[in-house]
């Protein structure tokens, strides 16, 4: 292997000069990638992020092409250091309904394909992330943590084996990406399908249904619900070894079922909360209210959820999407201007359709199978984003030879 210096591997590129919000005849609409938009982009979702328009006479020079990488400067915590990166795929810039640039606390990378693969220059920046090397670069900047990049491309050595070899373990790399990748896709159109259904039987049901074989009941008449329990002051209880359910876990998780948590707590914590098994549906009910997820661990959830227990006339699957249903309505009528907070009261008090038994029986029998894929998806998907992040460093500095990596990779795909 040899070292080159990361800068002396790029292509020198020029930033244009930032037009004014707002379309005129001389200004283009570019999504602009922040780091926050790092996890959708990374999903090949760029609608949500925010248009702002570049003048058309400097545009070339922001605009970000297959194979660019950008890192983050700006805007990291204590547990997340600055310095993240983001790969650019080809697939990414044929899709996007705008062309993409990035903002201006992120930098973007062109390699020189004649001195190395790109891809595998971004792994290896993916590399020296998890290892901690990024940290001897951040330093705080009015109050916000900023990553020295300048320093960091011209002092960071990059570790160059044959291009072959490059090319390889990028494309190992990223066949863990895109199963991953995959088992999301397939799991956004099973819940699509699930809910498209639900609303095809269940929503909208007229008076002269309910006549018959329907009926009309408050949720808290329905099922048990209650909230869960935070120990006070919670700080004297974090970093046991029990999973906390947090609402970040729920957003994080990319789906309904959450399967491992950011944070634990102490058993004396433990003993303060509400215990919830897998399984178990909890609904948020502060700040991002009305989130409904099962859990598929055994842990504990803190005042911010709602458990549902002892369901009766109804299915958990069913209950699940009538809470999908009802979701923005649950936000309108949380108590709160800033922080919002459902309050359990109205949420027994929700007015629930009940559909016939047999009915109640042909949707769970359509839908649990999508649910039982979703999950063992979702259960792959970690796997694989584990086995990533312990193949990642062994191909990078050789640990293990690419024959053994590629025998490892086979066997979970």
Known sequence: MQGELLRDLL?????????????????????????????AVRLGETSGIPLRYLDAKTVHR?????????????????????????????????????????????????????????????????YLYACGYMWQHQVQHTGIARFQYTKFAETTSIHLPDSHIQTAISDLLNALDQKIELNRSANETLEKIAQTLFKSWFVGIDDQKLKKD???????????????????????YMGGTIPWIKIADATAADGPFIFETAEHVTVKGAEKSVHVLPGDLILSNSATCGLPVFADLEGFIHDGWLYFRNLRLISQLYLYHVLKEISEHLIQI????????????????????????????????????????????????????ALRDMLLPKLITGDISLRQGESIVEAHI
């Open 214 to 236: 329907w009926s009309l009941h408050q949720l808290g008449e329905l099922c048990e619900i209650g909230r869960g329990a935070s120990p006070r002051p919670i700080q004297q």
């Open 11 to 39: 292509i020198t590129t020029k930033d244009g000069d930032w037009g004014e919000d707002g379309p005129r005849p001389e200004l283009v609409p570019y999504r602009v990638v922040r780091g926050a938009d790092f996890p």
């Open 62 to 126: 922001r605009t970000l092409q297959s194979n660019d990488i950008i890192i983050e400067t700006a805007g990291g915590n204590r547990d997340r250091p600055t310095g993240r990166t983001l790969f650019i795929s080809e697939r990414l810039t044929r899709s996007t309904d705008h062309p993409l640039t990035c903002a201006s606390f992120c930098r973007f990378l062109r390699v020189d394909p004649t001195k190395a693969i790109p891809a595998y220059v971004f792994w290896y920046l993916q």
């Open 334 to 385: 949380a108590d709160g201007s800033v922080q919002k907070n459902l309050n359990t009261g109205l949420v027994k008090n929700q007015q629930v359709v009940v559909p016939p038994e047999h009915l109640l029986a042909a949707f769970d029998d359509a839908v649990k199978p999508m649910f039982d894929l979703i999950r063992d998806n979702g259960r792959q998907s970690r796997t694989l984003a």
